[in-house]
């Protein structure tokens, strides 16, 4: 069964450093999204990408964040300059063309955990 | 603004019986309503829909109500298994700058544990 897939699974960096998290998600989706899920708390929406721009984004996702589809199959996320706050599980999902409701389900990833010291 | 709330942040259950675990909104009128599973360190993994005009929905032991007049929904593990032990998110689409794509706002889940 296709599944999303995210590299690195762990990512260690030193505050204000440049980090990019890479993911791939099911090859005929259409939809892509990142959110992150600080330690013990809940899972939090960063920003959505559809037709090679942001359709949506949250007030988390502020200017030392970026994302980008290179090629066909990767979608990335890039942080400037890194926080210690910053410090989270990433989480890249991705979603098939909304024919209807049925297909609003979203496939996540395993997520990179992403330490910065 | 709005909010998200499930029931519990753990629930203990014994293996077999039925597991209940609710989730409460305020300030949404949402055309469906997500309930997801996450395991530790693992993405969540999407279980079922409902939409705002289902009053329940059914996938093998699991089932959910929608009750959009008290704002809830209810999610329903029946037969319950030592498996089954996982935290279940409550998703709905959040409101967010651009509108579109259906961006998730997650409760912080129910930390259910079934006991053998």
Sequence with gaps: EPEVTQTPSHQVTQMGQEVILRCVPISNHLYFYWYRQIL?????????????????????????????????????????????????????????????????????????????? | SQKIEQNSEALNIQEGKTAT?????????????????QDPGRGPVFLLLIRENEKEKRKERLKVTFDTTLKQSLFHITASQPADSATYLCALRGMYSGGGADGLTFGKGTHLIIQP
Aim: proline share 3%.
């Design chain 1, 40 to 117: 013990g708390q809940k899972v939090e929406f960063l920003v959505s990408f559809y037709n090679n721009e942001i359709s949506e984004k949250s007030e988390i996702f502020d200017d030392q964040f970026s994302v980008e589809r290179p090629d066909g199959s990767n979608f990335t996320l890039k942080i400037r300059s890194t926080k210690l706050e910053d410090s989270a599980m990433y989480f890249c999902a991705s979603r098939k063309q909304r024919l209807s409701l049925r297909f609003n389900e979203q496939f996540f990833g395993p997520g990179t955990r992403l330490t910065v010291l």
């Design chain 2, 21 to 37: 675990l609710t989730c409460n909104y305020t300030n949404y009128s949402p055309a469906y309503l997500q309930w997801y599973r």
